[in-house]
């Protein structure tokens, strides 16, 4: 039997940037309230070129290492499978910082997203509606400078034709 976990409620995205330990400098995560508590975050860490995919399920008991299979699927028909590394309660999965801006786009426009852990039959479908704003905050800082943005602005437009302005 198949244990197909859905993140039924639309649980408010979270961005975290202080108190973070182990060279996190900014996250973004989700959870809900089953009876098997589980979550999800995606994570930036100093001095590292990645992101990183958290998954923790109250019931997992992971050896340190055990590895394993994460598929993502954003529903366009091509998911794409992680090497997941299992500790205890949480499976850490990560994608290079130069998949980041699709990974990231996907999350902000799509309105759901399938986690998939195979060998355990977890299927986790995760509410994507309400994770945009949060996005927004991630990615100001991720790239260190959320002065260049207004709190509503789009990303600013390019200068046309002539050189500096004086």
């Known amino acids: 039997m198949t244990n197909k976990h859905i993140f039924e409620t639309a649980y408010l995205w979270q961005f975290v940037d202080e108190n973070i330990v182990d060279g996190v400098f900014a996250a973004m995560a989700v959870s809900d309230n089953a009876s098997d508590p589980r979550n999800i975050a995606i994570k930036a860490r ?42 205890g309660k949480v499976l850490n999965a990560t994608l290079p910082m130069s998949d980041a801006p699709l990974f990231l786009h996907l999350v902000a426009s799509r309105e759901a997203v399938k986690l998939s852990v195979p060998r355990l039959g ?20 991720l790239m260190g400078d959320s002065k260049k943005f207004s709190k509503n602005s789009q990303m600013p437009d390019k ?7 004086k």
């Open 46 to 87: 100093d001095g590292r070129d990645l992101l990183a995919i958290t998954l923790y399920k109250e019931s997992w008991a992971f050896e340190k290492g055990d590895e394993m299979p994460l598929i993502i699927d954003f529903f366009e028909g091509k998911p794409e499978t992680l090497t997941g590394y299992g500790d």
């Open 122 to 141: 977890d299927h986790w479908l995760i509410d994507l509606r309400f994770a945009p704003p949060v996005i927004v905050k991630f990615l100001r800082r």
């Open 159 to 165: 200068q046309k034709g002539k050189g500096n302005s």
